[in-house]
């Protein structure tokens, strides 16, 4: 693998490289993350992560400072998975930045708990798509949301751009994979597999779907000691509020803090 550590260092090459596939991340990496790469090598590209903590995104300036960072455990899980080449970009990739604004979509969900924050995360990818020209991207639907912005964005700039998504990776408890799991203490950690567990009940009882069932299951979370900033049934697409179950497909997303550690999950969930 290839270590880039100035976006300079990128540029001087990138003309020489073939077709890529892009794999962005913040590090700390896991298995969730490594499983992007195996997507990424079937798409018979030469594979391109980043780690960059985009302080853009943060609308905390405490979460920022805190995320966990273990490069050096990073390189080696993505040079074991066969990622071709790395950049770790520098301060200058902030130099100049073209903002984006989110559609309204993205004052949803997590954008009604974090705002600006989807304005970041596409401003940065914006300077990461210009930087890489990236064939193909490769993105988890842990964060369905961010998913489907990104999907959105690139249909609206018109960019060249192939996106997959990636079913979320979760441990054997049902926990969703997360770079933020690392954060919790032994006992929350056996707790917060409730989040999975309740998505499935809701699953399972879909036909009584309806806003006052959600609340039973809110109130259930925090009956476990959850701060639950939102668990909602949304259109696929729109992610406006919805339990038309009997004639579309439903995404139900939960957002909560455990011991002050914020998580989130989803499900789709087949119609009736």
């Known amino acids: 693998m ?8 990128f540029n001087s090459v990138k003309h020489n490289l073939p077709k890529l596939s892009f794999v962005p991340t913040m590090g700390n990496l896991h298995e ?20 960059y903590v985009n302080s853009l995104q943060f609308n905390d300036k ?4 805190n ?31 073209k903002s984006i604004k989110a559609p309204i979509k993205s004052t949803k969900l997590c954008g009604a708990h974090r705002p600006g924050h ?5 401003t940065i990818l914006n300077r990461l798509f210009e930087i890489i020209n990236p064939h193909t991207v490769v993105f ?23 996106i997959i998504g990636a079913n979320t990776i979760r441990n054997t408890n049902g926990l969703a994979l997360s770079s933020r799991n690392i954060l919790l203490t032994e006992k929350d950690k056996t707790i917060a597999p409730t989040l999975y567990k309740t998505l499935k009940d809701i699953e399972i009882n879909k036909v ?40 579309n497909d439903l995404l139900i997303a939960v957002a909560a803090h455990l011991g002050g ?5 989803n499900l789709v969930i087949s119609k009736l």
């Open 118 to 122: 989807f304005d970041g995360v596409l």
């Open 2 to 9: 290839i270590i880039y550590n100035s976006l300079e260092e």
């Open 67 to 97: 995320y966990p960072k273990t490069l050096d455990m990073d390189i080696e899980l993505l040079d074991k998975k066969g990622c071709n080449h790395l950049i770790l970009p520098d301060p200058s990739i902030l130099d100049n930045i």
């Open 208 to 247: 009584y779907l309806n806003s006052e069932y959600l609340k039973t299951k809110s109130d259930y979370l925090k009956s476990f000691g959850f701060k639950v900033d939102y668990l909602i049934s949304c259109d696929t697409e729109s992610l406006e509020e919805s339990y038309n179950i009997n004639n």
């Open 62 to 65: 405490n979460d920022f400072i």
């Open 261 to 265: 550690v914020r998580l989130i999950d």
């Open 140 to 162: 988890g639907k842990k964060d369905y949301q961010q998913f489907l912005l990104v999907k959105d964005f690139i249909y609206e700039k018109k960019l060249n751009i192939n």
């Open 32 to 51: 969730g993350h490594a499983s992007l790469i195996d997507i990424a090598k079937k798409t018979d590209n030469e594979v391109v992560s980043t780690i």
